[in-house]
């Protein structure tokens, strides 16, 4: 109360969310201990419920109000959903879904889609887990363009690996999607890739 939140280190600020200690552990004590043990605020945030669980003093209940907490971090990163976004750049959809595609440790594809004016109408989940051509079929990724109706859509998915370039398989996707929109007169106007700190544009490289 008297420093503010900001002032507050990492360590701090995990114990006014975790509360109360173990004996023998003070708060702060568990705080530095998830910090050490995952290297980290931004790692402890990629973990799963039952990796926090795993620590002395973290059951169920601490560890979901813990990610619950990230989570809420990571949507107002995002910038929330109660206004209408709009979408003229990639760097506006690295904006609004970095945040929650960044940290992921397997990878989604998503089907951003558009109305006449890129403002985003919503966004659909195509596929989780591996990506490869026979998971994203143009029918799952154009089937809710067709429903909403949308005007056009962005391809968006994550590289787990840190890795931003396009791998062999999303260029095929990519050139299928595309093609396909090109049929349905629903333009895919960009594939987005977000890896770690940085995303990749097709549309900016000539490759859509």
Known sequence: MD????????AELLALII????????IHDLALSLID?????????????????????MGPAKSAGLLAAFEIGRRAAAGGRTTRQTINAPGDVERLYGPRLRHLKHEVFLVLLLDSANHLLRDVTVSSGILNSSLVHPR???HPA?????????????????????SGEDLRIT???????RILGIPVHDHVIIADSVATSFAERGLI
């Open 175 to 181: 050139r299928q999607l595309a093609e396909a929109g």
């Open 146 to 166: 067709i429903l909403e109706p949308a005007a056009g859509v962005i391809l968006l998915h994550n590289h787990p690996s840190g890795n931003p370039e396009p």
């Open 140 to 142: 799952e990724v154009f």
């Open 3 to 10: 420093r503010g939140v900001e002032g507050l280190s990492d």
């Open 19 to 26: 509360r109360s200690g173990v004996p023998g552990s003070t």
């Open 37 to 57: 043990q995952f290297g980290g605020l931004r790692r402890l945030a990629t973990r799963n419920i039952r990796e926090i669980s795993r620590v002395r003093g």
